[in-house]
């Protein structure tokens, strides 16, 4: 769950808080969750915590440290506390009493004082939180006491209040992934200021405590501040300490490179036809509609979309886990990467994304900073498009038709029929009064980029083992998108050359014919198409996509031809990874991912 940050301000009839406010006065049930079951109760003795610092001579540099950062009557108060407090000299004063008030209370004194009191004795073991939200380990090992690595020299000095134990060093703090997205190591504020765009700090009505009305305004006497950020609402949680992730992180030149790369294949324009509830230009003549955008803003926000898309992984998600172990050499060890966004990249891509980065590591994981984001357009920005026949948007232009979604359940397909029928279902377009029936699929999600069409025809007598002769289809292909003007146009194959079809003509067209191979599921090659405009994007503003028709068109009745469509899915193949496949024939050999449709050789 996403921690929503509590930040308590007491100065009456402010609503604004100081930021050493944030950082120590934190709502106590806010850490109930992390407060260890092995917590001692709170031992008897005359002093304090604080005042037990005081008089050791061996920590005059923490206290100093801890009264500059506003400490010192938080551990003198009655609220219980243990203070792992490290010696004089084991750590660089100067450096760390140079570190701003709020990195000092968190980074420095936060990072060794917990809620609560712990006692430690013998062989043990527990997680101690901080208070600064920090998990450190407590091992206890043959009279040998550490705490986050750091061995405890002096141990359970005890407080009417909680326990002092010092240190022979002081305790490692690291930053959470979202803590690090800052540019004080790497350039990488292009990212940092995208994420923290969305951070939000909200005052808690309910929990606010109203003063007088001041000027026409409420005031408080205390007020209380909810934190957080809504990008990270609901994943990945990189700011939560109780997490385990890895970012790959962008600095700022493979930020810009990365979304310049990406734009193209977003080409949007401002305005453009479209055809409103059909795809039929013959019968709808007057439903042209005009949709108008702000294709500049669409274009930048799914260039970033598409970068911030491919960049969390989850290391307790399958195979990802050996990122743990991955200290950028290129040799990774993992079959596939995992991303939040439920992609998956196998063997050689996770090994090309992972080069030449730098790791960092966190307190909750990993970031790894790149200066190339090295992923396949198709694996992100660019993917192959698979639009099911059972679930597709469909209409069918004359009104002669009726179609259904058929399944081949288990057991029921043809032995005779080879190839495998996607998610073993299909669409099956009947024609009515002896008519070649015709159907229109609308193509969702096209970025601007050059396709591969592939049709994958099911044979009639995919479940009817009695069927002594399959039939084939005789089917031609049109497609109706926008020109670059945003126009709308019609296309159709003719001696295998893409032409241009007059929107009045479309029903007259006579295109290629194409047969399938009626003794399997087959998958047939239409065309190759380029697409002037994206349409990818669209969801929130309505439906303006593309249409593929598959006509039926047979020309003589006889035994070997059947009107009947069987449609089980249609595939856009990018003509990129097809040139790449070429290269790379291996490409997804022992992968487990489904081949890819090629071009057929000329």
Not at 111 to 128: E, K, L, P, T, W
Not at 468 to 481: E, T
């Amino acid at each position: 769950m996403m921690n929503f940050k509590k930040i308590y301000d007491f100065n009456a009839g402010s609503v604004c808080c100081g930021l050493a406010a944030a950082f120590v006065l934190l709502g106590c049930s806010d850490w109930d969750e992390h407060f260890d079951s092995n917590s001692q109760i709170v031992p008897t003795a005359d002093k304090t915590v604080w005042q037990n610092i005081v008089e050791r001579p061996d920590l005059t540099q923490f206290k100093a440290l801890a009264e500059k950062a506003g400490m010192a009557s938080t551990l003198d108060d009655v609220n219980s506390y243990t203070v792992w407090a490290p010696r004089n000299g084991s750590f660089n004063y100067d450096s760390i009493n140079a570190l701003s008030d709020v990195k000092l209370l968190k980074e420095f004194v936060q990072n060794h004082v917990a809620h609560y009191s712990y006692s430690i004795s013998g062989a043990d073991s527990m997680r101690v939180v901080m208070l600064n939200e920090k998990k450190k380990y407590y091992v206890g090992r043959n009279g040998h006491y550490t705490i986050g690595g750091v061995s405890i020299s002096d141990p359970n000095i005890a407080g009417n209040n909680g326990f002092l134990h010092v240190t022979s060093a002081p305790m490692l703090y690291r930053s959470s992934i979202f803590e690090s997205l800052n540019n004080e190591l790497y350039p990488i504020d292009s990212i940092s200021d995208y994420i923290h765009s969305y951070d939000v700090r909200e005052l808690d009505l309910d929990q606010s405590t109203e003063g007088p009305i001041v000027d026409g305004e409420r005031t408080y006497l205390d007020s209380v501040y909810v934190e957080y950020n809504r990008y990270l609402l609901n994943g990945p949680f990189i700011n939560e300490e109780d997490s385990s992730y890895t970012m790959i992180v962008p600095d700022n030149g493979a930020w810009e490179k990365a979304r310049n790369a990406i734009k193209k294949y977003y080409n949007y324009i401002p305005k453009f036809k479209y055809l409103d509830g059909t795809a039929d230009s013959e019968r709808n003549k007057n439903t042209k509609e005009t949709a108008t955008i702000n294709a500049d803003y669409l274009r930048d926000s799914m260039a970033t979309r598409m970068v911030m898309d491919n960049l969390f992984i989850n290391n307790n998600v399958k195979d990802n886990g050996k990122l743990n172990n991955y200290v950028g050499d290129g040799v990774l060890g993992a079959d596939s990467l995992v991303f939040t966004n439920g992609t998956t990249i196998y063997r050689n891509d996770a090994a090309e994304l992972m080069r030449g980065t730098k790791r960092h590591e966190t307190s909750n994981g990993y970031m790894f900073i790149t200066d190339t984001l090295r992923w396949q357009p198709w694996n992100s920005w660019n993917p192959v498009i698979k639009i099911e026949g059972e679930t597709a948007e469909v209409s069918s232009s004359d009104g002669v038709v009726s179609y259904n979604r058929e399944r081949v359940g288990l057991g029921q397909q043809n032995p005779a029929v080879s190839g495998k029928v996607s998610n073993s279902m299909f669409l099956n377009v009947t024609a009515r009064a002896n008519r070649n029936p015709k159907i229109d699929f609308y193509l969702p999600n096209l970025r601007s980029t050059e396709y591969n069409v592939f049709v994958v025809v099911v044979p009639n007598n995919i479940t009817n083992i009695y069927d002594p002769v399959p039939r084939k289809n005789q089917l031609q292909f049109i497609i109706g998108n926008n020109d670059g003007d945003g126009n709308l146009t019609t296309w159709g194959w003719q001696d295998k050359k893409l032409v241009q079809i007059n929107n009045n003509r479309i029903g007259s067209f006579l295109g290629d014919v194409v047969e399938n191979d009626p003794t399997k599921v087959d998958t047939l090659y239409v065309g190759t198409i380029s697409f002037p405009i994206a349409y990818s994007g669209y969801s929130a503003t309505g439906n303006f996509n593309p249409f593929l028709r598959i006509e039926d068109c047979v020309e003589r009745w006889t035994g070997q031809v059947t009107s009947d469509l069987r449609l089980d899915c249609i595939i856009l193949v990018p003509t990129e990874l097809d040139a790449f496949l070429r290269e790379h024939p291996d490409y997804y050999a022992n992968t487990g991912k489904t081949s890819i449709p090629m071009k057929p050789k000329d």
